[in-house]
Each structure stands twice: as C-alpha cells, then as structure tokens.
C-alpha cells in the first residue's frame, strides 16, 4: 500500500542547485509565465514517486511539501495512474452540468455518504478550492436571502474575487484588487501559542459584530477553516468549533468548513471537523481530494443545497478523469492512509517536539496527522518572530534536498503525502536538525 519503490538514497544532490538544466527551463519559465507566481526556491521538477521529487538535472529531493498538501497518495501512484489511464482511454470530457456520466455521479454518491450527520447530502464539483469557496459563498447567499459573511483574520480561501475577499491571511494577496466583495467582516482566529483564546474570538463576533456594525439575520454564513493552514498551521481549542457551531446555530446562521487543505485524510481522519464532532453546513473540499488532478467539490444537506438548474454551474468541474482519480484516492485512504496520517503524524509531533526541546528558535509544535506546523521564534518569551530565519531554514533544506514551505508569519509546514513512514521523518528531522544546528545565534536587542 505505501509507496517504497524508489532506488537509491535520498535525498540525493548531484549537481549544484539550481543545476543546469533547471537553470535553463527556469530562464524560459521567468520570461513567458505571470510575474505573479511565486517560486521559493529553484526547483524545477522533471517527475515524483510516493515522497520523492526528482528534479530535471537527476537530483532527488524529499518532498514534505506533496504539491502544497495535495498529492495525497504521493507523486504518481500506480493505482491512482492506472485509474487515470483507464479513464482517459473511455472518456476524458462531456461537462457534467450539461450531461451524466459514470464517475461522476459515483464520486457524488461517495461524497455524500463520507459527510457526517444524519440526512440527505448533495455535492456540487468544482475545478478547484478557490472555485469551492465561491460555490458555498453564493449558496449561502441564495438559500439564507442574506448577504452578509464573516471569515477569520489568517484566512486563505483562494484568489478568486469572492474568495479573495473571505482571505485575510497577507496584505500581498488583496493589493491593488479593491473593491472586494462587500459585507465581509473579520474577526480574530483562536491561537493559544499567541494568548488568543476561543470565548476571545467568539466575543467578537456576538458582542462586537452584532452589536455595533451587522445584525445576525443579516448574515449568511461563517467560514472557517478547521485547521488555518496558510495562516500557519493553527489548531484551535478543543471547544471552538463546537461553539462556533452553536453560535451560527443560534442564530440561523451557516456554518461553511473549508476544508480544502485539511481535508482527505490528512490529519488522520476524513474530514477535520470530524476531530470535534461537528457538523458544518457546507463543507469545501480540493486539494487532496484527486491526488493531482485539478478537482473541488462542496458537500451539503439537501435542503441547503437549493439552488434551481442554471443559477450556478461549471464546464469542468466534476471532469470523468478527476473522478476516477478521486474515487481511487478515497479508496485507497480508507485503506489505510488516513490511519498511516495518524500514525506518521503521532511520530513527527514527537521528533518536533524532541528538536524543539533542543533549540529554543523553535517556539511551538502543533497540528493534528500528517497537517503539522512549527512556529519560529526569536525569543520565547516575547515569541518575536524569527521571520529571517524562517526563510533561511527552508532554503537550506531545499540545499540539502528537503523540500519544505512556510505559512503565517514565521512558521514551517510540513504536509507531506500520506505514505511517508518513520524512516521518511527520521530523514527529514535529520536534515532540519542540521540546517538549525548550523545557524548562527541569534542577536538579540539589549
């Protein structure tokens, strides 16, 4: 079940980075492609397998990044490939919000019956998280008749219009797009690293939104992420989203998960919400969902998802391949993956936890499976960001053919495809412990 196939040792760097292959192929890249992408570091990939990464120049990198969260089953599965083939070769393409076809009412179904509560779900596809988020935003508005939503500081939920006006996560992402969508409102998200507690947030929204600035009935969902994951990897108190739940409830308000990063499998249970037992009203799900292929989807009840035929659609979205794809990937997470999630992630927060015991730069440890975070520190008493020196580890990671990202302001993620093993986390805190062991101190003001 778990990918092992790959010869040889990695990570393993043979030439230089960037190389010049990668060199060459990153010169073209930066002259014809958008100046808006950003790339962290110089890598430019020829082809994966199960946690590894090989770059155009045959350097061998091990990636805890799998594709920002989202090669599930790893690089190229061989059942994931041979679902995808076997698609391609009977049907690649027909639209399914103007026809019917096999995978995708099957997926549908599946969905469907994964989503927790009693009660009858239906699922709308998408091509990606960002195009989720829209779809639950304009549901939300047409079944409540309200129009006003509330989203939390931290936030990333894509860069389309819609969603982009719900992110609140960098400054960078928002410039320059105004206006924005209006009646958005912001409220804190709970961190107890940071002092910011759940009844603080929650306050917020009845005591302070809804008695000065936006009545409750005139709002028609709340959307959270169940773990804020480009807003650095946060994990809530245990109570929050049970009262958030509440809160919503008491008011007739919808509670939209996004679930596009921490969904499918990847903190050891389906769905993130399933950790606290609660059941949101619309779920937005990506990423993970296909391992690879461009895919999203929105699950809610019945009743919610009320929308008439034309009032909201997609060309792509639910495409046969991506289905076939998807339904292989739950298969193969109900298999044990999502076990496997559990069961790495226990042992990763472990070794974190170990290192952090050893270097004081490293302030916290936090997540749940395989969606885990560390944040940085220059101090720990006056937790001030180590923001350069963030920077600078992931960089020497990827020199030392580890492949890892930031998120919020001085944090690392490590999201890596759900069949890593111990040996895979032994190699990477290995390489992590060097780069760290090898900084220089840090200087602090006097």
């Known amino acids: 079940m778990l990918m092992r196939d790959y010869q040889g040792d990695v990570p393993q760097i043979v030439t230089s980075l960037p190389g010049p292959k990668a060199s060459k192929l990153i010169a073209m890249d930066e002259r014809y492609t958008s100046p808006s992408y950003t790339r962290v570091y110089p890598l430019a990939v020829a082809k994966g397998e199960g946690a590894v990464i090989e770059d155009v120049d045959g350097n061998r990198f091990l990636d805890f990044n799998a594709g920002i969260a989202v090669c599930s089953t790893g690089h190229c599965h061989p059942r994931i490939v041979k679902a995808i083939q076997e698609q391609a070769a009977r049907l690649i393409h027909m639209s399914g919000t103007d026809f019917y076809y096999g995978p995708q009412a099957e997926l549908a179904r599946k969905l469907a019956e994964l989503a927790a509560g009693a009660g009858g779900k239906r699922v709308f596809f998408t091509n990606s998280g960002a195009e989720a988020v829209e779809a639950a935003f304009k549901l939300a508005r047409y079944h409540t008749k309200r129009k006003h939503m509330i989203a939390f500081f931290g936030a990333f939920h894509g860069r389309t219009l819609g969603a982009l006006s719900l992110t609140a996560s960098k400054v960078t992402q928002r410039a320059g797009f105004a206006p924005l969508i209006p009646q958005v409102s912001h409220v804190d998200y709970p961190n107890s690293y940071r002092d910011i507690g759940a009844l603080d947030c929650l306050d917020q929204i009845e005591n302070k939104l809804f008695k000065r600035t936006i009545s409750p009935d005139e709002v028609a969902a709340i959307i959270v992420e169940p773990i804020q994951g480009e807003g650095g990897y946060i994990v809530p108190p245990p109570e929050f989203h049970q009262r958030l739940k509440a809160l919503a409830e008491r008011h007739g308000i919808l509670l939209i998960a996004d679930e596009v990063q921490s969904g499918m499998g990847r903190t050891g249970k389906m769905f993130a919400m399933e950790h606290w037992g609660v059941e949101p009203?619309?779920?937005?799900?990506?990423?993970?969902?296909?391992?690879?292929?461009?895919?999203?989807?929105?699950?809610?009840?019945?009743?919610?998802?009320?929308?008439?035929?034309g009032s909201h659609a997609s060309t792509f979205g639910g495409n046969p391949v991506s289905c076939a794809a998807?339904?292989?990937?739950?298969?193969?997470?109900?298999?044990?993956?999502?076990?496997?999630?559990?069961?790495?992630?226990?042992?990763?927060?472990?070794?974190?936890?170990?290192?952090?015991?050893?270097?004081?730069l490293i302030g916290d440890v936090r997540g749940k499976g395989l969606m885990i975070g560390i944040e940085l520190v220059r101090d720990r008493h006056t937790k001030e960001p180590a923001v350069a020196e963030r920077n600078t580890i992931v960089q020497e990671c990827f020199q030392r053919g580890l492949l890892l990202l930031g998120c919020g302001i001085s944090s690392i993620r490590f999201s890596p495809p759900l069949v890593i093993d111990q040996a895979d986390v032994d190699t990477a805190l290995d390489i992590l412990d060097e780069v760290i062991s090898a900084m220089p101190p840090i200087r602090r003001a006097i």
């Open 326 to 360: 998807a339904l292989e990937t739950i298969a193969l997470l109900e298999e044990g993956l999502i076990v496997n999630a559990e069961r790495v992630g226990a042992y990763l927060i472990e070794r974190l936890s170990e290192l952090q015991s050893k270097h004081e």
């Open 281 to 309: 009203d619309i779920t937005c799900l990506a990423k993970g969902i296909a391992s690879g292929m461009p895919l999203g989807a929105i699950i809610a009840r019945d009743e919610i998802m009320d929308w008439p035929p």
